[in-house]
């Protein structure tokens, strides 16, 4: 069975081929099949996949050598085990809901755009199943560097707009920095181990000093805080919604930003070695998810609190890996999966039926008008604010609970942020579906619930965003933690966090209330008297998020800029290209007056001759020695 993980991949690499190539010919609707049937195609065999593992455990199936030296080999390998396989379960299943969502949300898009869209859609699924799939940081490399390229098409995938296009170049950019830091680790790997398989790299960890696992470990979280949005590299993501909502759905969901996540996670025996790099980890984690927190209160773009949203979350997620609780961090992976894919999908439907209009001032009254719509966001709302026994209180709280074992007050920082994760989120639904209608009388006669391509979906990860966190109920609520004893072949790092019984159930009910005090808080503010005037004083540093991207601006772009216009106009211009130029302004100049010499008088050439004859005359003589003896006798 382990030998059909080939498939898994090549689906969507053949969907890439066949709509990219097709993309001028093929109808719309076959376009969209074809990139749909593809991720189902995926999806199935990752299932057969998944089943065995469980049944049989882990195993590498390696296709040829990719890289063949005498001292130096790497596999073109893939790693099927419990980790890989529940994440090709997330990939597969919301990317082909997302594809099947996707073609009525373009249906307005030439055939031709149509089909470049899903070819990219299919690349980025294809690149994010072999970053997952490797047996080794190359592989995974290869697949990580994908993620981003399919990142900068579909951000930037309205071309014609050059603020999308900043925006594509912005999160291109950002991914590359953390880039570099990768791939400094690998070849610090190899280096010292002489090898980047998995197996191998954590079987002869302990010979590593403890210089070296740090270094390497903080490298590799480098890559991680780029890829997976972290201060201070987390400025792109909220960039990212100029691509198509679906494209968003994606990114935030299903591919990109968990790659740091799985990264760290596959990594779980290197970064344990590393007190320095975990603590980092975790601090940075917490950091990122109360900045983010911060500045989602204060958005009025619906898919801007959604993306600053996910950057919170991930925050979440690499506090959970920073004080030890991995199955937690991928337990929050999967879980905000579900509500995350289910707010961008049913954020897509809102605009859809907007007429494109983003700003939540402008909404309101929706419920009415898009019953499903309104039904599944709610469902998702309550999921992502923590409140049981949806999915998202279950991982959210195991994260925490870890946080506390470890640290009482990364427990409270934590609770902060998910009190503003609450208040936020309800402030949206609040304002997008509750009170009066606020928008134009045009768009209030338009308003209609988005097709079934479009609601299915969403009525499918609404379920799994009540159920989903059911895999992972603890012990203490009576529960066998099924995730964690699938994980923990894999995750064999994991810290035991022990805490009194009663401990635990109040630290459960103190976060629970106070996420239901914001809720509430939320809904009786915003339902009726939304905040439609501009923000002021500290409410307009978080609307202008912090001016966090002014001081990158003042700070490091334009200094770059400034030394680029040096360079360009005082080394390349005047310099270089002067230089250049220069030569063959010289070459140019003499042969227009050597040309003068070519007058066509027959007497002027026979001058020319006679005095090229004694030039020659005279030098044949200096060379026999005549005029030197003559100067030396006289």
Same mark, same amino acid.
């Given at each position: 069975?382990?030998?059909?993980?080939?498939?898994?991949?090549?689906?969507?690499?053949?969907?890439?081929?066949?709509?990219?190539?097709?993309?001028?010919?093929?109808?719309?609707?076959?376009?969209?099949?074809?990139?749909?049937?593809?991720?189902?195609?995926?999806?199935?065999?990752?299932?057969?996949? $998944?089943?065995?593992?469980?049944?049989?455990?882990?195993?590498?199936?390696?296709?040829?050598?990719?890289?063949?030296?005498?001292?130096?080999?790497?596999?073109?390998?893939?790693?099927?085990?419990?980790?890989?396989?529940?994440?090709?379960?997330?990939?597969?299943?919301?990317?082909?809901?997302? +594809?099947?969502?996707?073609?009525?949300?373009?249906?307005?898009?030439?055939?031709?755009?149509?089909?470049?869209?899903?070819?990219?859609?299919?690349?980025?699924?294809?690149?994010?199943?072999?970053?997952?799939?490797?047996?080794?940081?190359?592989?995974?490399?290869?697949?990580?560097?994908?993620?981003?390229?399919?990142?900068?098409?579909?951000?930037?995938?309205?071309?014609?707009?050059?603020?999308?296009?900043?925006?594509?170049?912005?999160?291109?950019?950002?991914?590359?920095?953390?880039?570099?830091?990768?791939?400094?680790?690998?070849?610090?790997?190899?280096?010292?181990?002489?090898?980047?398989?998995?197996?191998?790299?954590?079987?002869?960890?302990?010979?590593?000093?403890?210089?070296?696992?740090?270094?390497?470990?903080?490298?590799?979280?480098?890559?991680?805080?780029?890829?997976?949005?972290?201060?201070?590299?987390?400025?792109?993501?909220?960039?990212?919604?100029?691509?198509?909502?679906?494209?968003?759905?994606?990114?935030?969901?299903?591919?990109?930003?968990?790659?740091?996540?799985?990264?760290?996670?596959?990594?779980?025996?290197?970064?344990?070695?590393?007190?320095?790099?975990?603590?980092?980890?975790?601090?940075?984690?917490?950091?990122?998810?109360?900045?983010?927190?911060?500045?989602?209160?204060?958005?009025?773009?619906?898919?801007?609190?959604?993306?600053?949203?996910?950057?919170?979350?991930?925050?979440?997620?690499?506090?959970?890996?920073?004080?030890?609780?991995?199955?937690?961090?991928?337990?929050?992976?999967?879980?905000?999966?579900? $509500?995350?894919?289910?707010?961008?999908?049913?954020?897509?439907?809102?605009?859809?039926?907007?007429?494109?209009?983003?700003?939540?001032?402008?909404?309101?009254?929706?419920?009415?008008?898009?019953?499903?719509?309104?039904?599944?966001?709610?469902?998702?709302?309550?999921?992502?604010?923590?409140?049981?026994?949806?999915?998202?209180?279950?991982?959210?709280?195991?994260?925490?609970?870890?946080?506390?074992?470890?640290?009482?007050?990364?427990?409270?920082?934590?609770?902060?942020?998910?009190?503003?994760?609450?208040?936020?989120?309800?402030?949206?639904?609040?304002?997008?579906?509750?009170?009066?209608?606020?928008?134009?009388?045009?768009?209030?006669?338009?308003? +209609?619930?988005?097709?079934?391509?479009?609601?299915?979906?969403?009525?499918?990860?609404?379920?799994?965003?009540?159920?989903?966190?059911?895999?992972?109920?603890?012990?203490?609520?009576?529960?066998?933690?099924?995730?964690?004893?699938?994980?923990?072949?894999?995750?064999?790092?994991?810290?035991?966090?022990?805490?009194?019984?009663?401990?635990?159930?109040?630290?459960?009910?103190?976060?629970?209330?106070?996420?239901?005090?914001?809720?509430?808080?939320?809904?009786?503010?915003?339902?009726?008297?939304?905040?439609?005037?501009?923000?002021?004083?500290?409410?307009?540093?978080?609307?202008?998020?912090?001016?966090?991207?002014?001081?990158?601006?003042?700070?490091?772009?334009?200094?770059?800029?400034?030394?680029?216009?040096?360079?360009?106009?005082?080394?390349?211009?005047?310099?270089?290209?002067?230089?250049?130029?220069?030569?063959?302004?010289?070459?140019?100049?003499?042969?227009?007056?050597?040309?003068?010499?070519?007058?066509?008088?027959?007497?002027?050439?026979?001058?020319?001759?006679?005095?090229?004859?004694?030039?020659?005359?005279?030098?044949?003589?200096?060379?026999?020695?005549?005029?030197?003896?003559?100067?030396?006798?006289?």
């Amino acid at each position: 069975m382990n030998k059909l993980v080939y498939l898994v991949p090549l689906f969507p690499l053949i969907g890439f081929l066949i709509n990219g190539l097709g993309r001028k010919s093929l109808s719309k609707s076959l376009i969209g099949i074809i990139g749909s049937t593809t991720i189902l195609a995926s999806f199935v065999v990752s299932v057969f996949l $998944f089943m065995d593992v469980k049944a049989h455990g882990a195993s590498v199936v390696t296709a040829f050598n990719f890289i063949n030296i005498d001292t130096f080999k790497v596999a073109f390998a893939f790693q099927v085990d419990q980790l890989s396989s529940l994440f090709l379960l997330i990939i597969t299943g919301i990317g082909f809901l997302i +594809h099947v969502y996707s073609t009525a949300y373009m249906h307005e898009e030439k055939a031709e755009h149509f089909g470049r869209y899903f070819a990219y859609l299919n690349l980025f699924v294809f690149s994010m199943l072999l970053l997952v799939l490797g047996a080794n940081y190359v592989i995974m490399f290869i697949g990580w560097e994908g993620v981003g390229l399919c990142s900068y098409l579909l951000i930037g995938f309205w071309f014609k707009n050059n603020n999308y296009n900043y925006a594509a170049k912005k999160a291109f950019v950002m991914n590359r920095i953390g880039d570099l830091g990768f791939l400094l680790a690998v070849f610090w790997l190899i280096a010292k181990l002489g090898t980047v398989n998995y197996a191998d790299v954590f079987a002869a960890a302990n010979t590593l000093s403890k210089f070296d696992v740090t270094a390497i470990t903080l490298l590799l979280f480098v890559g991680a805080m780029g890829k997976s949005a972290q201060i201070p590299l987390y400025t792109w993501l909220p960039d990212a919604m100029a691509g198509p909502t679906p494209v968003s759905a994606l990114i935030h969901a299903a591919t990109m930003v968990t790659a740091g996540i799985y990264m760290i996670a596959r990594s779980n025996v290197l970064f344990s070695m590393s007190e320095v790099t975990m603590n980092l980890v975790a601090i940075i984690g917490l950091a990122t998810a109360l900045l983010s927190a911060t500045i989602a209160i204060k958005q009025n773009d619906i898919k801007k609190v959604l993306a600053y949203s996910t950057v919170s979350q991930l925050g979440y997620m690499f506090l959970g890996l920073g004080v030890g609780a991995y199955t937690g961090a991928v337990f929050h992976v999967m879980t905000h999966a579900f $509500f995350k894919a289910l707010l961008f999908l049913g954020a897509g439907s809102v605009i859809h039926a907007m007429h494109h209009e983003q700003d939540i001032r402008n909404m309101g009254g929706l419920k009415k008008k898009l019953p499903i719509t309104h039904a599944t966001f709610l469902l998702a709302c309550i999921a992502i604010a923590g409140i049981p026994p949806f999915s998202g209180f279950f991982s959210k709280d195991e994260i925490l609970a870890a946080a506390y074992a470890h640290n009482p007050i990364y427990w409270g920082l934590g609770v902060a942020g998910a009190a503003m994760t609450a208040f936020y989120m309800f402030r949206l639904y609040a304002t997008t579906f509750l009170g009066n209608f606020r928008g134009t009388h045009d768009q209030e006669h338009h308003l +209609h619930e988005s097709p079934k391509a479009m609601t299915i979906p969403l009525i499918i990860l609404s379920i799994l965003s009540v159920v989903g966190g059911l895999i992972g109920i603890p012990e203490i609520l009576g529960g066998h933690h099924e995730l964690h004893h699938y994980l923990s072949p894999i995750l064999i790092s994991e810290k035991a966090h022990h805490i009194e019984h009663s401990t635990e159930y109040m630290l459960m009910a103190i976060s629970v209330a106070i996420a239901a005090l914001a809720v509430i808080f939320a809904i009786v503010r915003f339902s009726k008297k939304p905040e439609l005037k501009d923000a002021t004083g500290i409410a307009k540093a978080m609307e202008n998020k912090w001016y966090v991207d002014e001081l990158y601006d003042a700070a490091i772009v334009r200094p770059l800029e400034a030394v680029a216009v040096f360079f360009k106009n005082i080394i390349e211009k005047s310099g270089i290209d002067a230089f250049v130029n220069g030569v063959g302004k010289f070459v140019n100049y003499s042969s227009r007056q050597l040309r003068l010499v070519q007058s066509g008088q027959v007497g002027n050439y026979i001058l020319i001759m006679v005095l090229s004859i004694v030039i020659f005359i005279l030098l044949w003589f200096y060379d026999a020695g005549i005029i030197r003896l003559v100067d030396k006798f006289f």
